[in-house]
């Protein structure tokens, strides 16, 4: 059944949109905003909020509930081995070449819950460089992070998880990597040993190391053409010669000002490789 919608209208977004820039700093004005306002329209209504100016003295009068929105507005929806086809890629266009660094970094901008972390863990696991790899996972959304952290999930998402492992060429069975509790599967704690959760925010923090492989997958689409370009400069400062990009399926460095910088690894994953 349709959901109701509450109309928004660009002047009260748009203020809205600076009113929680000049409070909390945080700047939503490059993301895209046909989905930003369906988001807010929907928080409106699940909350029984009649209007934006409604929200908007909400927010301004208590920063839980503007993390509350912060939660919701977000899109974290995420899953271990989310399209499998990537995974069986990196395992084979990429995975060879770290193998031939003494020590690896990765950045996950943008890592949610933290299943794509934990995913790229058992992927570095099985290839023998886990031990020598360090990943920097990073979210906008400090609830989210915490729950990446804490590495425990739904027992019931386990099944579908177990299939994409198999698609994505996991050599063993994603069972060996958590052990279960009542219904929820805690992940191995050797997986996680290597990872620093952080707060970062791809809109306005800068660049904070250099990095073999920076993993941002399915972050992109929600941001405008001119914000992606920022983020994508970003990642370029981020990384050396022969490092490379992983970005979603739907994102793409075609027609981007650092296309030229970039080899193709692969197409249809969406992997590059910086060449200059
Ligand atoms: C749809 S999830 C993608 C999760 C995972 N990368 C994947 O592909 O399954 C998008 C994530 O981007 C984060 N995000 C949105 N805006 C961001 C920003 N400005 N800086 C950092 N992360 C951001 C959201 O909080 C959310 O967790």
């Known amino acids: 059944m349709e959901m109701g919608f509450i109309e928004i209208g660009d002047e009260e977004y748009q ?5 929680i820039l000049q409070q909390y700093s945080y700047d939503f004005s490059g993301y895209s905003k046909a989905s930003m306002k369906r988001r807010i329209s929907r928080f409106l209504i699940n909350k029984n909020l009649g209007t934006l100016r409604e929200l908007k003295l909400r927010i301004l009068a208590d920063a839980d509930y503007f993390d509350f929105f912060l939660e919701e507005v977000t899109v974290n929806v995420t899953e271990m081995f989310r399209d499998p086809s990537f995974y069986l890629s990196l395992r084979k266009n990429v995975v060879p070449y770290l193998k031939t660094y003494p020590f690896v970094r990765i950045w996950d901008a943008g890592c949610s819950t ?3 972390a934990y995913s790229l863990a058992m992927l570095f696991k099985e290839e023998a460089i886990l031990a020598r790899s360090r990943f920097y996972a990073t979210d906008i959304n400090g609830k989210v992070l915490q729950t990446a952290k804490e590495g425990i999930y739904p027992i019931s ?14 050599l063993y069975s994603l069972s060996d990597y958590y052990h279960a509790r009542y219904n929820r599967a805690i992940m191995d704690s050797e997986l996680s040993k290597n990872f620093l959760f952080s707060v970062h925010n791809l809109v306005h923090d800068g660049s904070f190391n250099e990095f073999n492989l920076i993993v941002c997958r399915n972050v992109l689409i929600y941001f405008q053409k001119e914000l992606q370009e920022k983020v994508l400069e970003l ?7 022969f490092g ?3 970005l979603g399926n739907k994102e793409s460095l075609r027609f981007s000002k650092i296309e030229k910088y970039f080899q193709v690894i692969d197409h249809k994953e969406k992997i590059y490789r910086r060449i200059n």
């Open 15 to 19: 203020d809205l949109l600076m009113a």
């Open 114 to 116: 933290g299943e794509e």
């Open 235 to 241: 990642f370029m400062d981020s990384l050396p010669v």
């Open 244 to 246: 490379f990009l992983a």
């Open 157 to 170: 998402c386990m099944k579908e998880y177990s299939r994409n492992y198999i698609k994505a060429g996991g």
